[in-house]
């Protein structure tokens, strides 16, 4: 099955900027999604289609896709973005849904 | 636009157990629909998905044979049935519907707040 590597944290101080990676086998050749999780919430998707953002989510956040590596950047972080970030691909060989590992970001 | 589950709470190793998911502010029957689950201190794990018109299901290979994912678009609902409940069945349960702009290619644009379940004897 198709597996999504994740760093398990990153940590960035205010203003700065955040990069969470998601590592696949020729990920550049899929479409990535990414969704936001804050503690006791549900998911709630932050990047589509590589690096499009829906209606409501900040210009700060920015996807790209090429190669072995998916990343979600977050410009000009602030405390409200701690959070845990989840990568998810569509797999075609095994038709399933694949979410990455899970990254959490600290705000210093 | 939102999505409700109910249906969890504590339920005996071996037992069952059916989750439901009401969708309102949308036309629900426009929209495949995915099961996804968190383990206590772990990751989301995609369970299962269903098609507008149930025409194709399918389940994660971790689940595959003990899972039973239905809907009924007239009442607006999804279900998650779970047979032969297992210690690590324990969960917070979703419900998430899928939507799409380009190509065949789906997104999970609409989360509910999920229901618990707790496996133990």
């Known amino acids: 099955s198709y597996v999504l590597t994740q760093p398990p944290s990153v940590s960035v101080a205010p203003a700065k900027t955040a990069t969470i990676t998601c590592g696949g086998v020729n990920i550049g050749s899929k479409v990535v999604h990414w969704y936001q999780q804050k503690p006791g919430q549900a998911p709630i998707l932050v990047i589509y289609y590589d690096n499009d953002r829906p209606s409501g989510i900040p210009e700060r956040f920015s996807g790209s896709n090429s190669g072995n590596t998916a990343t979600l950047t977050i410009s000009r972080v602030e405390a409200g973005d701690e959070a845990d970030y989840y990568c998810?691909?569509?797999?075609?060989?095994?038709?399933?849904?694949?979410f990455g590992t899970g990254t959490t970001v600290t705000v210093l | 636009v939102q999505l409700v589950e109910s249906g969890g709470g504590l339920a005996r190793p071996g037992g069952s157990l059916r989750l439901s998911c009401v969708g309102s502010g949308f036309n629900f029957s426009s929209h495949p629909m995915n099961w996804v689950r968190q383990a206590p201190g772990k990751g989301l794990e995609w369970l299962s998905y269903i098609t507008r018109e149930s025409n194709a299901i399918d389940y994660a290979d971790s689940v595959k044979g003990r899972l039973t994912v239905s809907r009924d678009n007239a009442r607006n609902s999804l279900y998650l049935q779970i047979n032969s409940l297992r210690a690590e069945d324990t969960a917070v349960y979703y419900c998430?519907?899928?939507?799409?702009?380009?190509?065949?290619?789906?997104?999970?644009?609409?989360w509910g707040q999920g229901t618990t379940v707790t496996v133990s004897s």
């Open positions: 998810q691909v569509w797999d075609s060989g095994s038709d399933h849904y694949v």
């Open positions: 998430a519907r899928l939507s799409k702009l380009r190509g065949a290619i789906y997104y999970m644009d609409v």
